[in-house]
């Protein structure tokens, strides 16, 4: 497990102006990473680190000699088109490039004049996917989502008997995640309305988000080797926002009995940016369950995961219409919730996932299930805050929504803050639905 060091000092500072003063997700306590180009250019994909309102260009900076020593070769990885050969070197060679980074970007830091002529302005840039996705699964870790869920279509049994027992996931489509900012189009699917005897196939009329966190995994395991729950988080790269957009109007009708399908598969939005579990270090907290519930299996628990297993991680979702951006104004907060809430942690997946000898790979994501907490300002998906689509919200322009519509975009945040510890951000997920192709 990842210990505070010296990149962590809350006191630390950063001759990137922009980095400094506490506002800002990209302290030089954080330094996430992406995959980007200056937006228009037909230059090649790259990695960079983020530094204030400012990218690090590794490629620049490699080919200017900043890094030696240890930090060399995960600089070199990290100024490739993706980020799967970082990723795959583990935490140790990501650790070394963390703390040259720290080093160079530090106030009076040696490397400045070098370095300073490797950045670019995050205004400037656009961003690719983190790393090519091999491999999807989406689970299902808060039990507050699971329960509201549940309760809509179970009333007197709303939580099934396997959750508390097992982490319940499936198997996704990497292909059609989607990096923030790329707008997709209103599904089709088969839809059948309860009194109907047949299904028809049209544009889903109830869109749905659903606020999750992105796990990337990085170094992998061998085909029928299981990874310990106290491994686990060695085989984690990092965490991004990651919105799991829903169809609930396509996924009745055709969930049952192998889950969901096309109601799932049309576009999945992550953010650019990777924030590694190192940064996080300074947010641990304990992941304990009630002692009512029934405890984790042994391969799902440990004394140190149990002490400092879970992340404290504000995150936020929030709408914006086309009324409010022809009025200019900001956009208006469906949830607040907090990573704290998730019944099943992300080592737990990890852990689960290989249990029976599947092997992860490099760039996998493994997405955390929507993060709902335990109040209804807390619930990360519209079937939850509306019941079902019974109860509309009403917005602060007097404008109502019961589902996503055409030309609404939703942008997640995530951020982590807290008494002698710098804050650090994720960033920004953002995703507009357009109307359905004829």
């Known amino acids: 497990m990842i210990e505070l060091n010296a990149t962590h000092d809350p006191a630390l500072t950063s001759w990137v102006a922009s980095a400094n003063g506490g506002a800002t997700d990209f302290p030089i306590q954080n330094l996430p990473f992406a995959v980007f180009r200056r937006r228009g250019s037909q230059e090649g994909w790259r990695g960079g680190v983020a530094i204030g309102e400012q990218i690090v260009d590794m490629a620049a900076a490699v080919a200017a000699g900043v890094f030696a020593g240890d930090a060399l070769a995960p600089a070199r990885a990290a100024a490739e088109p993706t980020l799967n050969v970082l990723m795959k070197m583990g935490p140790k060679p ?153 169809a609930r109007d396509i996924q009745p009708w055709e969930y049952q009995p192998l889950g969901p399908f096309l109601s799932k598969n049309f576009a999945s939005s992550v ?48 709408i914006e219409t086309p009324k409010m951006r022809q009025t200019r104004s900001a956009p208006a907060r469906l949830a607040l919730t907090n990573y704290r809430h998730a019944y099943w942690s992300a080592a737990q997946m990890v852990a689960h996932h290989t249990v029976n000898g599947c092997n992860l790979q490099a760039g996998d994501l493994l997405g955390t299930g929507t993060l709902s907490g335990p109040t209804l300002d807390a619930a990360c998906a519209l079937i939850e805050l509306t019941s079902g689509g019974k109860n509309p919200i009403r917005l602060p322009n007097g404008e109502q929504r019961t589902w996503v519509e055409d030309g609404d975009t939703i942008s997640l945040r995530g951020w982590c803050e807290k008494p002698g510890a710098a804050r650090i951000g994720f960033g920004e997920c953002v995703g507009t639905v357009l109307p359905a192709k004829a």
């Open 94 to 246: 990501l650790s070394s490039l963390r703390k040259a980074l720290s080093q160079a970007l530090q106030t009076g830091a040696a490397e400045q004049a070098l370095l300073q002529e490797c950045l670019v302005p995050q205004s400037q840039a656009e961003y690719g996917l983190p790393c090519q996705i091999g491999d999807y699964t989406d689970f299902y870790t808060s039990v507050h989502h699971a329960t509201n869920i549940g309760r809509l279509f179970r009333p007197d049994n709303p939580l099934m008997p396997n959750y508390q027992w097992v982490p319940i996931g499936y198997h996704g489509r990497a292909s059609s995640v989607i990096v923030s900012g790329q707008d997709f189009h209103r599904p089709r699917g088969q839809v059948r309305a309860p009194d109907a005897d047949a299904p028809v196939v049209k544009p889903s009329a109830r869109m749905d988000i659903e606020l999750e966190l992105a796990v990337f995994i990085g170094q992998g395991n061998a085909l029928g080797d299981p990874i310990g729950i106290d491994a686990a988080e060695e085989h984690i790269f990092g965490l991004a926002l990651f919105n799991d957009w829903s």
């Open 271 to 318: 953010s650019p940016w990777v924030v590694t579990l190192e940064a996080l270090a300074p947010y641990r907290a304990p992941f304990t369950r009630p002692a009512a519930d029934p405890q984790p299996l042994p391969y799902l628990a440990s004394a140190a995961h149990s002490a400092s297993g879970g992340f404290d991680i504000q995150l936020e979702a929030l």
